[in-house]
Every structure is written in structure tokens, then in C-alpha cells.
């Protein structure tokens, strides 16, 4: 892909650099997400490492559930579930205190959102506490908020 084909495709499908008010429809959506896909590993990428898989599953994660990415990526991976009443069906939960709204939030995830989960373990330590664990070790959450200031990943 050329450089002037490749911008002008970001600039098709990321309207938010041009004006963060603006929301993303489906058709848009979808090109980021087959962009994430195709080009996590290109020679010719300004980032020499490839897209791990866990950014690309919580990149999914967030376009699928809707979740606010600060909850989402400081779910921990004791609180997802198994949901008794339904096979292969998990429950991701959102204590008040990681809300916005402060209250309880149970979020149902069906097998193939699962899948999800599964996938941004691979190649990580499956020791990590997280949902969505890093390869890096930081010393804080990826993304400071008023809700994690002193979280700190292992």
C-alpha cells in the first residue's frame, strides 16, 4: 500500500484525529479493526514489534462490549466467571469503585467474546492478574484516571 493510499484510508476510517467529538459508524469500525489485523506485523511499520495479541483482543473487547477502555483494560481476570445458567457464556464483573456511574456492573459475555479473553493470553504469562495482560512490567496502568491513581501492574 502506498503511503499516500494508506493515509488517506486512516483518514477515512479515523475521523476522531480530526475532530474528537466526531463517533465512528460500523463501516469505519470495521476498517480499523481489519487494519489492526492486517498490519500488526509489517517491515515497513514505524513500530519495529508486532501488535501482540492482546491489543488486538482488547481492541475487539471494546468494539464488542461497548465498555469504557479504562474498566475494560483494569479487568482482572479473578472477577470473569463462569455463567452457571448458560454453557460456555462468562460473567465479567465491574465493581463500583471501577465505574463511572459507581454502581455494580455484570456484563455477560458470550463464547465467541470468551474467545477474546482466551486469546490475550497467548504468548503472556498466565500468572498475570489481569484480563488483559501486558508483556511489558510497568509500574502504573497504562492509562492514568482519577479512579487508578496508585494501581500499580506486577
Known sequence: MSTDAFEDLNAACCPIARDARLNLDL???ARVLYIAEKHRDRPDRLQAKPTTEAALAALWWTVLT???TTASMSLLASRVVSDRDARGWKIAAFPAEDMK?????AL???PRVVLLLERARIGIDSD???AFPSKK???RVARKSKTYPSMTRP
Open 66 to 68: 461497548a465498555q469504557r
Open 128 to 130: 498475570s492478574k489481569w
Open 27 to 29: 463501516e469505519q469500525i
Open 137 to 139: 512490567v510497568r509500574r
Open 108 to 110: 455477560p459475555l458470550p
Open 101 to 105: 456511574s459507581k454502581r455494580y456492573h
